[in-house]
């Protein structure tokens, strides 16, 4: 009977702590921002997997007629190949942040390439643009302990999500806007993807074109739009 018992509990804490390493707004591992306070009229577009050619572009136009600031997490062998399309992000006034160089999922990484992951793209961001911000997010929301001191160690602060549009397999934009609206409760922040992490030139016009609408959606419902910077500096973590 113990050594079932035992079996059993093992089995438990195995799962709950793989739940923790990928549920985006799981903090046992450490703290992280994934929102901000619910029912407040504050939300965060944020971009992943970028930069890429020309979505991200096309996102910037859409973004730029409604007077949007987004985040957009960028992958730095990306920016080492468009490093003008990273310029252009930034000369926009959006806020760029970490998503490593490759876009490994972390809690397979040992420390040494965890580091060498932010490292490298923290490089290649300061080559394409300079000074950026310090905000990371973690490929696919992957995450160990370690991962957070790593990036902790590097003066980064890791961004998550709470709301996302699942729009990684390009599906059309209706449904993109309709899994958004399922999960909204304000003071969100929004996962969606300017690229993929496959390869340049992923298709996210579906993602373009479903931004533009929520955009002019949650306006009307009165919500103001911010960065994630925006949103994280009057939602303090505890």
């Known amino acids: 009977m113990f050594p079932a018992l035992i079996g059993l509990t093992a089995a438990a804490a195995a799962s709950a702590a793989g739940y923790q390493s990928m549920a985006p707004t799981a903090q046992w591992f450490g703290r992280t ?5 619910r029912g407040s009229k504050q939300i965060a577009l944020t971009y992943d997997d970028g930069p890429n050619d020309p979505h991200t572009l096309k996102l910037l136009d859409v973004l730029a007629k409604h007077n949007v600031r987004a985040t957009f997490f960028m992958i730095g062998r990306y920016v ?30 040992s420390a040494a390439q965890t580091r060498t992951q932010l490292l490298d793209c923290q490089s290649a961001l300061q080559d394409a643009i300079g000074e950026h911000s310090k905000l990371f997010r973690p490929p696919f929301g992957g995450r160990r302990p370690a991962t957070l001191r790593i990036a902790r160690s590097l003066g980064l602060e890791t961004v998550m999500w709470n709301v996302t549009g699942y729009d990684w397999n390009a599906p059309p934009a209706a449904v993109i806007e309709r899994k958004v609206a399922r999960q909204m409760r304000g003071g969100d922040v929004i996962l969606l993807h300017d690229g993929g992490h496959r390869a340049l030139g992923a298709d996210r016009a579906q ?32």
């Open 33 to 37: 921002f994934a929102g901000g306070f």
């Open 207 to 238: 993602t373009v074109m479903a931004t533009e609408n929520l955009i002019r959606r949650y306006r009307d419902l009165g919500y103001e739009f911010a960065t994630a910077e925006e949103m994280r500096a009057v939602n303090p973590l505890t």
């Open 80 to 109: 080492r190949q468009r490093p003008d399309i990273a310029r252009a992000v930034a000369q926009a006034g959006h806020i760029i942040g970490n998503h490593t160089f490759t876009h490994p999922l972390l809690i397979f990484e």
